[in-house]
Antibody, heavy 117, light 110 residues
């Protein structure tokens, strides 16, 4: 079935970097863009950016520019999101979600990231 | 890019209809018919329930409907059921491959 499966929970120290993976299956990986979205505890959804798995082009929300890098590996149908210079405010659940017709139709299970000293 | 504005909470009795608004600007909601809505239960990933303003994915109840007027999009839930109690988020395309989410609305079934 169509699904995206994310890597497991992470605990990071302030200033460190984070890399979350999102493995797609059940569909043609290069045919659909992939979004990254996060949700801080008790807060709403926040769009981080989008990657085109075909050519690798990316667009990031202004808030994250300079700190986020999205990449993909077509051989394993996996996209990655790396976030650097972590601070406590980056504590959140991070989701990847497949893009379809202006919406986000298939979501990963989420990756809990805790930033704490 | 500022978050789209939604009411913090909306409530209704079983069987009633409720409407959740999502107010943006002429740069996002007002410019594109690419508004989507998501339902989220606590501890779960969001689920797409409306895309392109008023289209429902396969398997989504026809009790959910979407519309848009100017800079404001709306989600209507008709025949409210206990299972509809959840958080709801709108999202809009804002040009240049940028997207923005709404602030979220908690729906309570009385």
């Amino acid at each position: 079935q169509v699904q995206v499966v994310q890597s497991g929970a992470e605990v990071k120290k302030p200033g460190a970097s984070l890399k979350v993976s999102c493995k797609a299956s059940g569909y043609t990986f290069t045919s659909y863009y992939m979004h990254w979205v996060r949700q801080a505890p008790g807060q709403g959804l926040e769009w981080i950016g989008i990657i085109n798995p075909s050519g690798g082009s990316t667009t990031y929300a202004q808030k994250f520019q300079g700190r986020v890098t999205m990449t993909r590996d077509t051989s394993t149908s996996t996209v990655y999101m790396e976030l650097s210079s972590l601070r406590s405010e980056d504590t959140a659940v991070y989701y990847c979600a497949r893009a379809l017709e202006g919406g986000f139709d298939i979501w990963g299970q989420g990756t809990m990231v805790t930033v704490s000293s | 890019q500022s978050a789209l504005t939604q009411p913090a909470s909306v409530s209704g009795s079983p069987g009633q209809s409720i409407t959740i608004s999502c107010t943006g600007t002429s740069s996002d909601v007002g410019s594109y018919n690419l508004v989507s809505w998501y339902q989220q239960y606590p501890g779960k990933a969001p689920k797409l329930i409306i895309y392109e303003v008023n289209k429902r994915p396969s398997g989504v109840s026809n009790r959910f409907s979407g519309s848009k007027s100017g800079n404001t999009a709306s989600l209507t839930i008709s025949g409210l059921q206990a299972e509809d109690e959840a958080d709801y988020y709108c999202c809009s395309y804002a040009g240049s491959s940028i997207y923005v989410f709404g602030t979220g609305t908690k729906v309570t079934v009385l």
